[in-house]
């Protein structure tokens, strides 16, 4: 099994945001398992980690913008992208500004720095989020088409179209991180058309921008109080020159798809808000920072459905806490009436039990229960609750079992809402609500596969045996 990764020590470095034109400085610091992504503002509000998913996402104005109460940081994607890209699952991101370094508009700054420390295995296992279905988001009226596809690894393909002679149509895709994401799409920069500048600088954006760190298009032409303008705006030595090659003051290209190879940068950024490494094929027609964002949350909300699910999931879940032998020192139920046969997991903080019941054909119970279609009595579920809920009760009160033992005394808002036959596993959940003079009320709900069969709510004493 892979394992997650984070990185040995911190590393850094300094420049200005391109929209803002802030100076800043981002460390990348190591980070345990199961953390993630988190963008930390030193200067603003040191204790508060703005975690990189998509519900944390404010703003879409050129770029991506994830914030909390106010607290916000511009333009993660790149920093994303470069993350993802070296397969670093964990790490803590300070900046001392509201934006990071711009550097030359691409990930590669951020694969450099990154390059200064070594990447190091940790315990836990990489969980992926594997899409199972063809998940969908498109804008007709500007051709937008963006679809996760299920696949054994993760790609990502994308086209863009632009009606201009200096950029045409444009491919491109990644099929093998390890391989290519360093050398043929780290470097790939930002860009823009040139009618846009005015507009930008009008919107208090690009503050931090230049030749440097952007490929600007031509796209209609440009006279030369347009030329000595955009000298002003990115303070420029010297006038930019219209050029020959469709690029201003004819500035080369990386590749000759930099373009199309920074918007699969910045969907790679994007799509890291789902907040898990996928496993997808990602197909992506004239995709943007808004429709990334959109897929996102479609993704997103999938996973966490998905991650639901497997919390009921034996099969993906490790460990134990109590079985059998251990159960019946509990409880004084015996065949046929003890209806748990393992305790996965105990919360004692919020008094929550994990257990679970693999449903045999020889139950005694399908005997006479529907015999040619047999079905397990809901009533016998809801007493399998019970008894969990009765060794969440002695566990929760640390409740010697040789001298006291629980009394169902109460049921209300039974539901049963799927058959459960033999060959199914019985996850139950079990949480108390209040206990008050030994007497204690809790919830208990009961799934197959992840999907909810029955639940009630429960009242039961403590008494002595």
Do not use: W
């Given at each position: 099994?892979?394992?997650?990764?984070?990185?040995?020590?911190?590393?850094?470095?300094?420049?200005?945001?391109?929209?803002?034109?802030?100076?800043?400085?981002?460390?990348?610091?190591?980070?345990p398992?199961?953390?993630?992504?988190?963008?930390?503002r030193?200067?603003?509000?040191?204790?508060?980690?703005?975690?990189?998913?998509?519900?944390?996402?404010?703003?879409?104005?050129?770029?991506?913008?994830?914030?909390?109460?106010?607290?916000?940081?511009?333009?993660?994607?790149?920093?994303?992208?470069?993350?993802?890209g070296?397969?670093?699952?964990?790490?803590?991101i300070?900046?001392?500004?509201?934006?990071?370094?711009?550097?030359?508009?691409?990930s590669?700054?951020?694969?450099?720095?990154?390059?200064?420390?070594?990447?190091?295995?940790?315990?836990?296992?990489?969980?992926y989020?594997?899409?199972?279905?063809?998940?969908?988001?498109t804008?007709?009226?500007?051709?937008?088409?963006?679809?996760?596809?299920?696949?054994?690894?993760?790609r990502?393909?994308?086209?863009?179209?632009?009606a201009?002679?200096?950029?045409?149509?444009?491919?491109?895709?990644?099929?093998?991180f390890?391989?290519?994401?360093?050398?043929?799409?780290?470097?790939?920069?930002?860009?823009?058309?040139?009618?846009?500048?005015?507009?930008?600088?009008?919107?208090?954006?690009?503050?931090?921008?230049?030749?440097?760190?952007?490929?600007?298009?031509?796209?209609e032409?440009?006279?030369?109080?347009?030329?000595?303008?955009?000298?002003?705006?990115?303070?420029?030595?010297?006038?930019?020159?219209?050029?020959?090659?469709?690029?201003?003051?004819?500035?080369?290209?990386?590749?000759?798809?930099?373009?199309?190879?920074?918007?699969l940068?910045?969907?790679?950024?994007?799509?890291?808000?789902?907040?898990?490494?996928?496993?997808?094929?990602?197909?992506?027609?004239?995709?943007?920072?808004?429709?990334?964002?959109?897929?996102?949350?479609?993704?997103?909300?999938?996973?966490?459905?998905?991650?639901?699910?497997?919390?009921?999931?034996?099969?993906?879940?490790?460990?134990?806490?109590?079985?059998?032998?251990?159960?019946?020192?509990f409880?004084?139920?015996?065949?046929?009436?003890?209806l748990?046969?393992?305790?996965?997991?105990?919360?004692?903080?919020?008094?929550?039990?994990?257990?679970?019941?693999?449903?045999?054909?020889?139950?005694p119970?399908?005997?006479?229960?529907?015999?040619g279609?047999?079905?397990?009595?809901?009533?016998?579920?809801?007493?399998a609750?019970?008894?969990?809920?009765?060794?969440?009760?002695?566990?929760?009160?640390n409740?010697?079992?040789?001298e006291?033992?629980?009394?169902?005394?109460?049921?209300?808002?039974?539901?049963?809402?799927?058959?459960?036959?033999?060959?199914?596993?019985?996850?139950?959940?079990?949480?108390?609500?209040?206990?008050?003079?030994?007497?204690?009320?809790?919830?208990?709900?009961?799934?197959?596969?992840?999907?909810?069969?029955?639940?009630?709510?429960?009242?039961?004493?403590?008494?002595?045996?």
């Amino acid at each position: 099994m892979e394992k997650q990764t984070t990185i040995t020590n911190p590393v850094s470095f300094e420049g200005v945001g391109l929209h803002t034109g802030n100076k800043s400085k981002i460390t990348f610091c190591p980070a345990p398992a199961d953390y993630g992504y988190k963008f930390i503002r030193m200067d603003a509000n040191p204790e508060l980690e703005i975690e990189a998913v998509v519900e944390n996402v404010v703003d879409l104005s050129r770029g991506t913008t994830l914030g909390i109460d106010g607290v916000e940081v511009h333009t993660v994607e790149h920093v994303l992208a470069a993350l993802v890209g070296l397969r670093i699952d964990n790490c803590r991101i300070e900046l001392t500004n509201n934006e990071p370094p711009v550097g030359d508009g691409s990930s590669k700054p951020y694969v450099e720095v990154l390059d200064q420390t070594e990447i190091v295995e940790l315990e836990a296992e990489r969980e992926y989020f594997v899409v199972e279905e063809n998940i969908r988001y498109t804008e007709d009226a500007r051709g937008v088409d963006l679809v996760a596809l299920p696949n054994h690894d993760y790609r990502l393909t994308v086209l863009v179209d632009y009606a201009n002679p200096a950029l045409g149509s444009q491919h491109t895709g990644i099929f093998d991180f390890e391989k290519e994401f360093r050398a043929e799409f780290a470097p790939a920069r930002t860009f823009c058309f040139s009618h846009e500048l005015f507009e930008l600088h009008s919107q208090n954006l690009i503050k931090g921008g230049s030749l440097e760190s952007a490929i600007v298009i031509v796209d209609e032409d440009l006279q030369d109080q347009n030329l000595e303008k955009i000298q002003e705006i990115f303070k420029l030595e010297n006038t930019p020159k219209r050029g020959n090659s469709g690029i201003l003051d004819d500035r080369e290209l990386r590749f000759k798809n930099e373009p199309a190879r920074h918007k699969l940068l910045d969907m790679i950024g994007d799509l890291t808000l789902v907040g898990a490494p996928m496993k997808a094929q990602i197909l992506g027609a004239r995709p943007g920072h808004a429709a990334n964002i959109e897929l996102a949350k479609k993704l997103r909300a999938i996973y966490l459905k998905q991650k639901e699910a497997d919390k009921y999931n034996m099969k993906k879940r490790k460990g134990h806490s109590l079985d059998i032998n251990q159960i019946m020192d509990f409880l004084p139920h015996r065949y046929p009436f003890l209806l748990v046969d393992r305790v996965v997991e105990f919360d004692p903080e919020e008094r929550r039990i994990l257990g679970y019941k693999n449903v045999s054909i020889n139950e005694p119970f399908f005997n006479g229960h529907f015999p040619g279609k047999p079905i397990m009595p809901g009533v016998l579920i809801t007493e399998a609750m019970a008894q969990i809920g009765g060794l969440c009760m002695m566990l929760a009160d640390n409740v010697n079992p040789e001298e006291k033992i629980g009394l169902f005394s109460g049921i209300k808002n039974a539901k049963f809402r799927a058959p459960v036959v033999p060959g199914d596993q019985l996850v139950f959940e079990v949480k108390i609500i209040n206990s008050r003079m030994g007497v204690y009320s809790f919830e208990g709900k009961a799934y197959v596969d992840g999907k909810l069969a029955t639940e009630a709510e429960f009242s039961a004493a403590l008494v002595k045996r």
